[in-house]
């Protein structure tokens, strides 16, 4: 018996320790990441933050991929509330080397009962990178249902958007004013809002005519946005490339190797091969922007099966790293059996893709990838090909918009079923630092 609380004893122990790691504003300390924040030259406060439900009882799901700012936006954040809340009431811990929810509740019951000797009635609870947790919402299922969490703001976040919204599914009824709030790398409008002076118009695409009217607004600033955009074709919209790019004139080998790193965790987390990984990466590389099917990738790869091959794509999808556009007739009639285009969500991704399969992409196929993605982001989006192709049509509420990306090339020839608006060279800086998206 006494071995046996002298070892829950050291467990405890060492979660108050780790606790206190997590939450140096606990003891007047500042937050390291907070603080290399707060110094560097280059920054922004992300817009994410403004629309995370502060009111209990709230349980927000925020949904990024790795390395696209999640955990920063979470600390500024959190020196946001503590303007105005005892610091102890803001509980952060990174759950990336948490086993099962086990674990998980036992490090949640520690904190519950710290913040009742500290006589704290109501929290901001955030658990970091929760998505291989194993089974981690019962640990959050069973203390909702007993009331621990009643007057508190819950913040989960996680980087594999199956995985994680597949447990969120576990909380009906039990959300409170909590919402899904999802973080994508900077879209061209904001990365030019936050590197920038420029005071641009936005607007969305429900009304085409207001949109176009802001466009030409914005063309007293096409120079300096098509220099933008060449920048953001190296950076993408990920943070440390650009605090790189811009503070130094340049992206090191340390920063394509930190997200490649990342990423080939995650991979092993969710059971892919490595090297069948890298094999479909590289054929996707070679292949692209053309349409294919699942056979026609395990054609091309080592992979035994399409059925694997589908499984292998979806798990970059679920990773928020690639986003699948499947064809669609133009009255929006989707045939999922048709060949997909597989692209990439961001241009830094292109880029450390390529150094790792060591396969040039052409700067049109990136432009067309960008494009199409910005669009997906908050348009049903989709492609059409017969004899001819539309690159994108985009389901609005009020009608479908068809156009072309051309960036290198002229205009496909043929005629189009659809009225297709044609994005060049010229255009698309303008049209994309328009767009608003988020």
């Keep these: 018996m006494c071995i046996k609380n002298a070892n829950y004893l050291n467990i405890y122990v060492q979660y108050n320790y780790i606790m206190e790691s997590y939450n140096p504003w606990w003891v007047g300390e500042i937050d390291p990441l907070y603080e290399e924040w707060l110094n560097s030259r280059v920054k922004w406060i992300p817009g994410i933050i403004e629309k995370i439900s502060g009111k209990p009882y709230a349980l927000n799901f925020l949904i990024g991929p790795r390395q696209v700012g999640k955990t920063t936006a979470l600390k500024i954040y959190i020196y946001k509330l503590l303007k105005k809340r005892d610091p102890r009431s803001i509980f952060y811990y990174s759950c990336d080397e948490i086993v099962d929810h086990r674990e998980l509740g036992e490090i949640l019951d520690n904190y519950i009962s710290m913040r009742n000797a500290w006589r704290i009635k109501s929290s901001v609870i955030i658990l970091d990178e929760i998505t291989f947790v194993g089974e981690w919402h019962r640990a959050l299922k069973s203390r909702i249902d007993r009331g621990e969490f009643r007057r508190d703001v819950l913040i989960i976040t996680g980087s594999a958007s ?34 920038t002076s420029i005071e641009l118009k936005p607007s969305t695409l429900e009304n085409w005519e207001e949109y176009r009217k802001c466009v030409e607004a914005n063309k007293v600033f096409s120079h300096k946005l098509e220099e933008m955009f060449i920048y953001y074709l190296k950076t993408g919209g990920f943070p440390i490339p650009i605090r790189e790019y811009f503070e130094t004139g340049r992206i090191t080998y340390v920063s394509y190797k930190t997200y490649l790193d990342w990423l080939k965790t995650d991979w092993l987390k969710t059971g892919r091969d490595e090297g069948y ?162």
């Design 162 to 195: 199956i995985k994680l919204l597949a447990g969120k599914e576990r909380f009906p009824g039990r959300r409170g004013s909590g919402k899904d709030l999802y973080m994508y790398p900077l879209s061209f409008q904001d990365y030019v809002k936050h590197l």
């Design 277 to 438: 990984m890298k094999e479909v990466l590289t054929y996707l590389l070679e292949a692209s922007p053309t349409p294919l099917s699942w056979h026609n990738i395990a054609k091309n790869t080592s992979l035994l099966s399409p059925h694997t091959a589908r499984e292998y794509i979806e798990t970059l999808e679920a990773l928020m790293v690639l986003k699948i556009i499947y064809w669609a007739s133009p009255d929006g009639k989707i045939n999922y059996r048709k060949n997909k285009k597989m692209l990439f969500i961001d241009p830094f991704i292109y880029n450390v893709l390529s150094k790792y399969t060591r396969v040039k992409v052409d700067e049109a196929t990136i432009v067309e990838a960008t494009v199409t993605t910005h669009f997906s982001r908050r348009y049903r989006t989709y492609y059409w090909h017969n004899s001819t192709e539309i690159d994108a049509i985009l389901m609005t509420d009020k009608k479908p918009l068809a156009f072309e990306i051309k960036w290198t090339r002229k205009p496909r020839t043929g005629r189009k079923p659809i009225k297709t608006y044609i994005l060049d060279r010229e255009k698309i800086p303008i049209f994309l630092a328009t767009l608003k998206i988020t």
